[in-house]
């Protein structure tokens, strides 16, 4: 059996809950945090025989209380080898029309709770001369797509983050590393995903089309456990080799035409694929 400790944020549901559920199942003691905890109650009635290796704690990564928290925490009880900074949602919205409190509270929980949670263990791990640190990205932390800078902009930030944080805290032993995945079937489509509107908008036609592209792409989301097997398998590892691990139908593909193909026609392509041949609205 495996007795590392694993911080996971996010833990209520999606891929946080399921990758506690894989983990404890796997002898990993699991810190669950969720900013509720009254949400605590699917993921310990799936748990099982399993109970006993996970403890719940409370942890809204935006809140500097609830880091305080985090930190006491981690004073009492020591030792912590890998933290999953997986808390997160998805905000929606043309750029001219999402409202800079909007962008700032995206970034306040994609971003900025992972700078302070991250903050919050770091000592720890240095102490210890070893740790892993798992960000959870998106393929939009490489890919920018129509109607959700606000999201794109704090997962490419975290991109940017993550890079120098490997590169810093690698000569301590601690390996930083980011999965970026592609669209999977959890709450972050319905109760975690948040969407600007504005009646009237000069955006409407293109809102629509994006709303219609997500409405059909519903049936082909992936399955979140498979991510949840990607984070057990980057747990077991010695050491995180990548900085990136991609992770989903299309997502290879999509990053490696983005990269070879010409600006104009990558563009093109996203455009056309929403709007058609009207490439003006
Ligand atoms: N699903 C996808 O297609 C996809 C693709 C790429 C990346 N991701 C990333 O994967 C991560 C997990 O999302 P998911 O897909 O599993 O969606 P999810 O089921 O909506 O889970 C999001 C989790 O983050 C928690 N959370 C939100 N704000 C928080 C805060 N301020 N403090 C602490 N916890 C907070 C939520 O808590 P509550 O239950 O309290 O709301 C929930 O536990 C996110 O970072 C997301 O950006 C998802």
């Known amino acids: 059996m ?3 400790t694993v911080l996971i944020t996010g833990a209520s549901s999606g891929f ?3 990758a506690s559920l894989r983990l404890a199942a796997e002898g990993y003691r699991v810190i669950a945090s969720m900013r509720n905890t009254e949400k605590q109650t699917d993921l310990f009635r799936m748990l099982g025989e399993h109970k006993e290796r996970v403890t719940v704690l409370e942890l809204d990564v935006t809140s ?3 880091i305080d928290g985090l930190k006491e925490y981690l004073k009492e009880t020591g030792r912590i080898d890998i933290l999953i900074n997986n808390a997160g949602f998805a905000f929606g919205g043309f750029g001219e029309e999402v409202t800079v409190i909007d962008y700032k509270s995206q970034f306040e929980t994609n971003f900025f709770g992972v700078i302070a949670v991250t903050q919050a263990v770091l000592p720890h791990m240095r ?3 070893s740790g892993k640190i798992i960000n959870m990205s998106s393929i939009s932390g490489l890919i ?3 109607g959700i800078s606000p999201y794109a902009a704090s997962k490419h930030a975290l991109e940017g983050y993550s890079e120098s944080l490997r590169l810093e805290v690698k000569p301590f032993g601690i390996d930083v590393a980011l999965i970026e995945p592609g669209s999977f079937s959890t709450n972050i489509w319905t109760t975690g995903r948040k969407v600007s509107s504005i009646e009237d908008s000069p955006y409407l036609v293109y809102m629509n089309a994006i709303e219609n592209e997500l409405e059909q792409g519903k049936e082909k989301l992936g399955n979140p456990a498979d991510v949840a097997e990607l984070i057990v398998k980057l747990c077991s590892k010695d050491s995180l ?3 990136r691990y991609p992770a989903g139908k299309g997502v290879r593909i999509s990053l490696f035409l983005k990269r070879i193909l010409p600006w104009r026609m990558w563009e093109s392509i996203l455009i056309g694929k929403l ?3 009207k490439t003006e609205l």
């Open 144 to 146: 920018g797509f129509p």
């Open 16 to 18: 946080g809950m399921l």
């Open 127 to 129: 102490k210890q001369r």
């Open 241 to 243: 080799t990548k900085l």
């Open 64 to 66: 500097p209380e609830s």
């Open 275 to 277: 709007l058609g041949k």
């Open 2 to 4: 495996n007795e590392k």
